[in-house]
């Protein structure tokens, strides 16, 4: 079981370039989210997806595009890169079904570790 | 908005001792609560978690009780191991979204050791 899979693991950009970031489950989840993790301010939410086509704006979206053409991938967008992005980010899937309560876990992928110079 | 905070890290034990890890939060509605836990070079993974007020969350010989009297989810383990030693986040998710997003305190870090 792949679970979710996330690629580059690890990349360095210039000031001012674009970069994809491509997350895949293999789950068949309907929920999908990009997180970033910054020391001493844990997971913050930057896009959402709660179905393929269909994607919406996190805590802190600035900067960033997605797109969910596929139920199984969501991609994240970097059009032009700022130290500021500097960052892990992390790819969550979810069975998350509403119906009023949360009781969804999410499931992680590795981590992409992106630096931006 | 909702929020999580949780104590400050690190956190530096000897092996068998008593752990302890603050969570409290701030929600509206009835938030199901959660622990995940990161170790070194790994992504998030659910250690436990709450649906509603009184349940007890357990895994792997750890702990928390959601208590809605006080809006807190602490993590407790008997003895620690080693190989506990990890990144924990406590989270809560959203009760009136329906997105299932959630949010996630700021880590605490555990060391330890032998």
């Known amino acids: 079981n792949a679970g979710v899979t996330q690629t580059p693991k690890f990349r360095v950009l210039k000031t001012g370039q674009s970069m994809t970031l491509l997350c895949a489950q293999d789950m068949n989840h309907e929920y999908m989210y990009w997180y970033r993790q910054d020391p001493g301010m844990g997971l913050r939410l930057i896009h959402y997806?709660?179905?393929?086509?269909?994607?919406a704006k996190g805590e802190v979206p600035d900067g960033y595009n997605v797109s969910r053409l596929k139920k199984q991938n969501f991609l994240l967008g970097l059009e032009s890169a700022a130290p500021s992005q500097t960052s892990v980010y992390f790819c969550?899937?979810?069975?998350?079904?509403?119906?009023?309560?949360?009781?969804?876990?999410?499931?992680f992928g590795e981590g992409s570790r992106l630096t931006v110079l | 908005g909702d929020s999580v905070t949780q104590m400050e890290g690190p956190v530096t034990l000897s092996e068998e001792a008593f752990l302890t890890i603050n969570c409290t939060y701030t929600a509206t509605g009835y938030p199901s609560l959660f622990w995940y836990v990161q170790y070194p070079g790994e992504g998030l993974q659910l250690l436990l978690k709450a649906t509603k007020a009184d349940d007890k969350g357990s895994n792997k010989g750890f702990e928390a009780t959601y208590r809605k009297e006080t809006t807190s989810f602490h993590l407790e383990k008997g003895s620690v191991q080693v190989s506990d030693s990890a990144v924990y986040f406590c989270a809560l998710g959203e009760g009136s979204s329906n997105t299932g997003k959630l949010i996630f305190g700021q880590g605490t870090t555990l060391q330890v050791k032998p």
């Open positions: 969550a899937s979810s069975y998350y079904a509403s119906g009023g309560f949360d009781t969804g876990e999410l499931f």
């Open positions: 997806s709660v179905g393929e086509g269909t994607t």
